[in-house]
T-cell receptor
């Protein structure tokens, strides 16, 4: 299947810091999605991006659909303890119906 | 709100047992998916279905089969469970149709095969 490289694998930050993570693909994607998974739960959708260059915010979260359509970025501003979890990017490629390819995840730990 | 419900949060099964994981969604979604999640590997697609009685293999279908007899229900079957199938299993559904790809997940089933 298609490969999605997500980095960093893990982050340890202090409360109040900003966070950045990204995903890159070996091929073009039509849609990028960002999910968060709390411990012991299923992933929950945070942001959906549908157009190259699109920049979308959801509270303290901002995500961008890269202009090349092969990458996406998620930023979290002023982190708080409840931001702890695993963040996944996911993309839908061309000609793959509704299938999503997921990144390997970024594990975020926030210290007080 | 979309609700995707998996029948068990935790399961312990013996090697060689036939295992059924059940998933139900209540939003009349066309597409349903089964993923497994392992540390460092992210979510990998096992099977998906875009209509009743229709199924397609994902990236890691070996050792698994699926059943979709009704639109709201998608079952994952481990024909003969093995220890390397110990994992977190996640079911998801999406509306389907052009350009609509947001998938909604269940809470997951953590399966241990001993």
């Amino acid at each position: 299947g298609q490969q999605l490289n997500q980095s960093p694998q893990s982050m340890f930050i202090q409360e109040g810091e900003d966070v950045s993570m990204n995903c890159t693909s070996s091929s073009i994607f039509n849609t990028w999605l960002w999910y968060k998974q709390d411990p012991g739960e299923g992933p929950v959708l945070l942001i959906a991006l549908y157009k190259a260059g699109e920049l979308t915010s959801n509270g303290r979260l901002t995500a961008q659909f890269g202009i090349t359509r092969k990458d996406s970025f998620l930023n979290i501003s002023a982190s708080i303890p409840s931001d702890v979890g695993i963040y996944f990017c996911a993309g839908q490629g061309t000609g793959t119906a509704s299938k999503l390819t997921f990144g390997t995840g970024t594990r975020l730990q926030v210290t007080l | 709100d979309v609700k995707v419900t998996q029948s068990s949060r935790y399961l312990v099964k013996r090697t060689g047992e036939k295992v059924f994981l059940e998933c139900v969604q209540d939003m009349d979604h066309e597409n349903m998916f089964w993923y497994r999640q392992d540390p460092g590997l992210g979510l990998r697609l096992i099977y998906f279905s875009y209509d009743v009685k229709m199924k397609e293999k994902g990236d890691i279908p070996e050792g698994y089969s699926v059943s979709r007899e009704k639109k709201e229900r998608f079952s994952l079957i481990l024909e003969s469970a093995s220890t390397n199938q110990t994992s977190m299993y996640l079911c998801a559904s999406s509306l389907g149709g052009q350009g609509v790809t947001e998938a909604f997940f269940g809470q997951g089933t953590r399966l241990t095969v001993v």
